[in-house]
DNA sequence: TTTTGAGTTGTTCGA
DNA sequence: GTCGAACAACTCAAA
């Protein structure tokens, strides 16, 4: 009986798996893998949280598998020598895995898949992070979308249930490749990292009532108003179609979240050039300004803004920040403090648990005013009002800035009035120019 | 080809 | 306090 070996990266699940599935609907056993990627580890700090979090899911994932009488190996190292040994060991004759779009994996998979098949052995990819790829949602002129609205509207109509359909992979568990060897994880010390938890993880399951109340209390970040899901669906222990499907009968702004997630992912694949400048190449015209006192005064939540300090606390005391508070921050920093949104950008992409590289550079972008389909540059967020209208009773910034309101709080470090006829006018200035 | 309507999340100013 | 206009025009998408 041939073996194929389905690999396990942004999916950490094992039902409703469109990969998996179409793996143990082909000819042969299968025996899945997660590699631990060390050109990706080696550049995290040791108490990063995002691993720790995988960590966890690996160990749960290894043992759906072993319920069913199967078991997934898991190995740390650099998947282009990996996987290619592994295949050997194991006379494999066919790797299945999901597509993964940023330009890191997209690079890795095409080496591997041109090695593979050299050697005769298939690599087959499956959609499975999106509902709609790159190519499934086009204008009617066969380009990609650039503006959400019709790009959502063109996404509804393309949609039938068979999208949202379940993978039912629970059919199929015979055709695992049946063991009882029980191989071992790779510990986190001998990765380099010292496993100690030190925020929450989110559950990978929500009221729903959450998501039904969505529209009207996601924008309160005292309240427990989001579903806190992002992370399950950035590692995949969670379907996008299940909560899709879920979404759509229930809460259509919540339901158009979920569409700019995929909008994004779509806009990184076409627009590979806005992961490292703007979409819009005449704000590349922006003369920055860069002050490390200010940057650190943002990084640690200590501008005298009570709201974006209080973003940037719950950021750094638990790796995620309510979404209004975002779009506060990010603006204060790219319009304010006029500091590159790159930086902020890669901020956040360090701390965030959630951080996903199309939506954070996206988001940014946004912000910013140079992105696809981004606010007018001159849409810039008042600091005080959106306290004002989104925090009213202090309650989201006396939990984080314990201190606001007494003679230790700082004061601000610019002054919004000034800052705001100084971005107004930067911005002016660089996009005569271009 | 030309025209038309529209475009995530806002702020400020003056009547 | 409330309301509409200005902010700055531009580009996108479809008819």
């Known amino acids: 009986m041939e073996t194929l070996i389905f690999w396990h990266r942004r999916d950490l699940r094992i039902n409703d798996n469109a990969g998996l599935y179409k793996a143990l609907t082909s000819k042969g056993k299968v025996q899945p893998v997660f590699i631990f990627d060390s050109n990706i580890l080696q550049h995290l700090p040791p108490n990063d949280q995002r691993v720790l979090f995988i960590y966890q899911q690996i160990i749960a994932l290894k043992e759906s598998y072993q319920a069913h009488g199967a078991d997934l190996i898991v190995l740390y190292g650099d998947p282009k020598a990996m996987i ?18 940023e330009p890191y994996a997209h690079e890795r998979d095409s080496y591997l898949f041109d090695l593979l098949i050299a050697k005769n052995v298939s690599f087959t ?13 086009l204008k009617n002129d066969g380009l990609p979308y650039t503006i959400f609205t019709p790009y959502m509207r063109k996404w509804k109509e393309t949609l039938t249930d068979f999208y949202l359909k379940a993978y039912p992979t629970e059919k199929y568990f015979s055709n695992l490749k049946q063991t009882t060897n029980k191989t071992s994880i790779p510990t986190l010390e001998a990765m380099g990292f010292d496993g100690k938890q030190t925020v929450d993880f989110p559950k990978n399951q929500t009221p729903l009532s959450i998501i039904a109340n969505y529209h009207e209390t996601r924008d309160i970040p005292s309240v427990n108003g989001t579903s806190r899901l992002s992370v399950h669906l950035r590692f995949g222990t969670i379907s996008i179609r299940s909560l899709a499907k879920q979404a759509m009968e229930t809460n259509e702004k919540y339901f158009n979240e979920l569409i700019w ?22 704000y590349d015209h922006i003369n920055w300004e860069f002050n ?26 638990t790796g995620h920040m309510h979404n209004r508070v975002r779009m506060v921050v990010a603006s204060f920093f790219t319009k304010h403090l006029l ?17 996903e590289l199309a939506s954070n550079v996206g988001g940014w972008q946004w912000a910013a005013g140079c992105g696809c389909d981004a606010a007018p540059y001159f849409r810039v967020f008042n600091p005080t009002s959106q306290q004002e209208k989104f925090d009213p009773q202090f309650t989201y910034i006396k939990k984080w800035v314990p201190e606001f309101g007494t003679s230790a709080y700082a004061q601000p470090i610019v ?20």
């Open 84 to 101: 290619p040994s592994l295949v050997e060991e194991l006379n494999a004759s066919a790797v299945f895995t999901n597509r993964d779009y």
């Open 125 to 137: 990819g499956a959609k499975d992070h999106v509902i709609f790829e790159k190519n499934e949602v």
């Open 261 to 282: 997630r995929d909008f994004y992912q779509m806009i990184m694949v076409h627009f590979p050039h806005s992961l490292t400048g703007a979409f819009r190449k005449e």
């Open 292 to 317: 490390e006192t200010q940057f650190e005064a943002w990084k640690s939540g200590n501008t005298g803004y009570p709201l974006v300090d209080a973003g940037m606390r719950e950021l750094n005391a």
């Open 339 to 355: 500091h590159d949104w790159r930086l902020g950008e890669r901020y956040f992409a360090e701390k965030l648990l959630d951080f």
């Open 415 to 434: 002054e919004h009035k000034w800052a705001r006829e100084r971005v107004l006018a930067r911005y002016k200035e660089a996009l005569k120019q271009a």
